[in-house]
C-alpha cells in the first residue's frame, strides 16, 4: 500500500531552526513536495524535490532521499507566521499527488 | 496571473440534497485536480481531469462526480449528501511538465467549505 508518515504536531521558539521530517512508501516516485497551510486557507506550495540532495529556497530548505524513503524540511530564523501546517505529498506512478496528514508547527515567543 | 477561483466559498446543505462546486484554473493550466480535507485527515483525491476528460480518480462513491469543461473550469458535483461529506473540497490546477502531458506543480484555491446538516 501507499504510506507517507509525518510528526502530527512539533513547537519551537521564534528565531529557532525545526527540522519536520517525511517518510514513505509508495507505488513509484515522480518527486516530493512541501505544502505550508494555515488555518482556513488553502496549501501553499513551498518545494519540490526529485532528485536526492538539498533545495534551498530562503529561510526554507528541503531535502531528499530516494534511497531511504526520507524528506525533511528545515525551516530557519523562525517567525511567528510559520505556524502553520507543512504538507508532504509524493507524485506517485500515475502521476497522482498521494498526501500526508500535515505537521502542525506552533511557534511560540 | 489570477489564481485559481472557486465557487462558493461556503455552502450549507441538508443531508439528501446534492451540491455542485466550481472551480475556474490559474489562466493556462489544464489540469485539475480535486480534493477532499477533513479535521485531522491528509488531503483525499477525488479526481483530475485535463482537457475535458477523467485521467485519474481517488476512491470515493459514485455519488461524487465531476467535469470539465472546453474552457478548463471545472465542477464538482455531490449527490444525496451525507453527514460526513461536511469538508473543505480544494481544487488545484497546474499546467504540464515541459515537453509532456504530465502535470507540474499543483496551486490551490482557497475552498469550498461544505457543512451538511
Known amino acids: 500500500g501507499q504510506n507517507i508518515d509525518q510528526p502530527t504536531e512539533m513547537t519551537a521558539t521564534e528565531g529557532a531552526i525545526v527540522q519536520i521530517n517525511c517518510t514513505y512508501q509508495?507505488?513509484?516516485?515522480?518527486?516530493l513536495f512541501w505544502y505550508q497551510q494555515h488555518a482556513g486557507e488553502a496549501p501553499t506550495f513551498l518545494s519540490y524535490?526529485?532528485l536526492d540532495g538539498l533545495e534551498e529556497k530562503g529561510r526554507f530548505s528541503s531535502f531528499l532521499s530516494r534511497s531511504k524513503g526520507y524528506s525533511y524540511l528545515l525551516l530557519k530564523e523562525l517567525q511567528m507566521k510559520d505556524s502553520a501546517s507543512y504538507l508532504c505529498?509524493?507524485?506517485?506512478?500515475?502521476?497522482?499527488?498521494?498526501w500526508g496528514a500535515g505537521t502542525k508547527l506552533i511557534i511560540k515567543p | 496571473k489570477a489564481g485559481v477561483t472557486q465557487t462558493p466559498r461556503y455552502l450549507i446543505k441538508t443531508r439528501g440534497q446534492q451540491v455542485t462546486l466550481s472551480c475556474s484554473p490559474i489562466?493556462?493550466?489544464?489540469?485539475v485536480s480535486w480534493y477532499q480535507q477533513t479535521p485531522g485527515q491528509g488531503l483525499q483525491f477525488l479526481f483530475e481531469?485535463?482537457?475535458?476528460?477523467?485521467?485519474n480518480k481517488g476512491n470515493f462513491p459514485g455519488r461524487f462526480s465531476g467535469r470539465q469543461f472546453s474552457n478548463s473550469r471545472s465542477e464538482m458535483n455531490v449527490s444525496t449528501l451525507e453527514l460526513g461529506d461536511s469538508a473543505l473540497y480544494l481544487c488545484?490546477?497546474?499546467?504540464?511538465?515541459?515537453?509532456?502531458?504530465?502535470?507540474?506543480?499543483?496551486?490551490f484555491g482557497p475552498g469550498t467549505r461544505l457543512t451538511v446538516l
Open positions: 489562466s493556462g493550466h489544464r489540469s
Open positions: 505529498a509524493i507524485m506517485d506512478s500515475n502521476y497522482q499527488l498521494i
Open positions: 524535490n526529485v
Open positions: 481531469y485535463f482537457s475535458e476528460t477523467q485521467r
Open positions: 509508495t507505488s513509484g516516485f515522480n518527486g
Open positions: 488545484a490546477s497546474s499546467s504540464l511538465q515541459v515537453g509532456t502531458s504530465l502535470p507540474d506543480t499543483q496551486y
